[in-house]
């Protein structure tokens, strides 16, 4: 099984709809984080979280909102979606290790959202 | 704040060819490095990441890459490609302290041609 895993994997919704997409990890890491893939952009953060009571901003985190319900989960809304939002969605989990620096992050497949 | 740019976004090249991609990244501080591959319809794969050590890091699938401190790269090389290397490579750079957020470039994708 999947140690990201991500749902739904596609989404058509249309413009002003509220949307959530959802992130589970059993990999036991405290870091999670949520990207946006746009096609010449490569990956943008949005949000990220290193543990339950925190949640942080990232780049591009206007119209987005997060909620983290457990060590292993990690959801982003879109409370009013709009054609903008249309991209690919990423979700990933990193764990600091007992030196407390974060190296590598482990992706999700990714929800395909479009916005008409 | 680090920004990455990936010089090619695409690359073609012929089977058993060699190729290069090309990454240059910019900070006021020490940073990792990092280059992902994304096969179709598929997550981010760590390829190799470079944290401290040697500057010529081995990552997986015969790709490797060299960090120059000086120049401020850490492309990506491989000696003879594959088609399932078809894919597109995304560098990525973090910060050594604080919150260590992840900046990636804007990918390049390498296609293989018989």
């Known amino acids: 099984d999947a140690d990201v895993t991500q749902t739904p994997r596609n989404r058509i919704t249309k413009t002003g709809k509220r949307i959530m997409l959802e992130c589970s990890q059993t990999?036991?890491?405290?870091?999670m984080y949520w990207y946006r893939q746009d096609p010449g952009l490569g990956l943008r953060l949005i949000y990220y979280s290193f543990d339950v009571k925190d949640i942080n901003k990232g780049e591009i985190s206007d119209g987005y909102s997060v909620s983290r319900q457990a060590q292993a989960k990690f959801s982003l809304s879109l409370e009013s979606a709009i054609p903008n939002q249309t991209a690919l969605y990423f979700c990933?989990?990193?764990?600091?290790?007992?030196?407390?620096?974060?190296?590598?992050?482990?992706f999700g497949p990714g929800t395909r959202l479009t916005v008409l | 704040a680090q920004s990455v740019t990936q010089l090619d976004s695409q690359v073609p090249v012929f089977e058993e060819a060699p190729v290069e991609l090309r990454c240059n990244y910019s900070s006021s501080v020490s940073v990792y490095l990092f280059w992902y591959v994304q096969y179709p319809n598929q997550g981010l794969q760590l390829l190799l990441k470079y944290l401290s050590g040697s500057t010529l890091v081995k990552g997986i699938n015969g790709f490797e890459a060299e960090f120059n401190k000086s120049q401020t790269s850490f492309h990506l090389r491989k000696p003879s490609v594959h088609i399932s290397d078809t894919a597109e490579y995304f560098c990525?750079?973090?910060?050594?302290?604080?919150?260590?957020?992840?900046?990636f470039g804007q990918g390049t994708r390498l296609t293989i041609n018989p």
């Open positions: 990933a989990t990193s764990d600091p290790g007992t030196s407390g620096k974060t190296d590598t992050q482990y």
């Open positions: 990525a750079v973090s910060d050594r302290g604080g919150a260590q957020k992840l900046v």
């Open positions: 990999k036991g890491h405290d870091r």
